[in-house]
């Protein structure tokens, strides 16, 4: 099933997957680390063929590296960016394993969309600070329930702890430093990442329509990783807590 009405041929999709991920790591230099533990915690707590849905997937990133892991995983992607889900269907297309779905997670209906009723797994990474935080709680409470009994939850996002201000100024400088000396080497940001895909025949018209959706970012109240942990154990899940952090993200894995 695939529901996200956009082209999936004439562009190169690995390129653009490839483009995607350089822009990310520019964030991120540890990105592929997060995965890394991600998918090691998947694999300790519900085995090497897990159904998973790829939460607020973009471009399938965390799909990619659990499909390349485990060839037995299935996986659900589910997002609202048509450019975002354009490259992901079109990276992913003809694989049996991997079904896509357009869908507004704000909106309290989206989980009747999916093709399956409960997922072994749900993963998401950079993805939900643009949440503030009662729509966040409650997606945490839409998706402790598709979470099966012994099932996990894993975020990997910007979690700001707001009690340690002179660590997270000197975590910014440094951060911003290194980020603008990659700029001299050519990384591309943000805004010109999406200005390359404005310009693209088979992006231009997703890109657009993402633009009308979101407009040019959105960010949420980004809080600390306590409070995830806190609030994923009153949506549903009897555990909670960071498994990995770096001075700016935290993952954080819920079990039901």
């Not at 694999?43 to 399938?60: H, I, K, Q, S, Y």
């Not at 997922?119 to 600070?129: E, I, Q, R, S």
């Amino acid at each position: 099933m695939t529901d996200a009405n956009t082209a999936t041929t004439g562009a190169d999709w690995g390129a653009w997957q490839e483009s995607w991920d350089r822009q990310q790591e520019w964030y991120m230099p540890d990105r592929e680390e997060r995965f890394t533990i991600m998918l090691d915690v998947v694999e300790a707590l519900v085995g090497t063929a897990p159904r998973v849905l790829d939460l607020a997937c973009g471009t399938g990133s965390i799909t990619a590296r659990l499909l390349t892991r485990f060839p037995q995983a299935v996986s659900t992607g589910v997002d609202l960016d048509p450019a975002l889900l354009a490259i992901a269907e079109g990276t992913f297309a003809g694989d049996e394993r991997v079904t896509f779905v357009t869908a507004d997670l704000k909106d309290p209906q989206w989980p009747a969309l999916l093709p399956y009723d409960s997922y072994d797994a749900v993963l998401t990474a950079t993805a939900l600070h643009w949440l503030h935080s009662d729509p966040l709680a409650a997606l945490y409470g839409r998706v402790a329930e598709l979470v099966r009994a012994g099932g996990v939850f894993m975020n990997a996002d910007h979690m700001i702890d707001d009690s340690t201000p002179r660590i997270n100024a000197a975590e910014r400088a440094q951060r911003h430093a290194r980020m603008d000396r990659a700029r001299t080497a050519g990384a591309l940001d943000w805004a010109e990442w999406w200005q390359l895909a404005a310009k693209d025949p088979v992006l231009a018209g997703p890109t657009a329509r993402r633009f009308e959706i979101y407009g040019e970012h959105a960010d949420g109240d980004t809080p600390s990783a306590a409070w995830h942990a806190r609030v994923l154990r009153e949506q549903g899940f009897s555990e909670a807590r960071p498994v990995w952090s770096s001075p700016s993200d935290t993952l954080l894995l819920a079990l039901k």
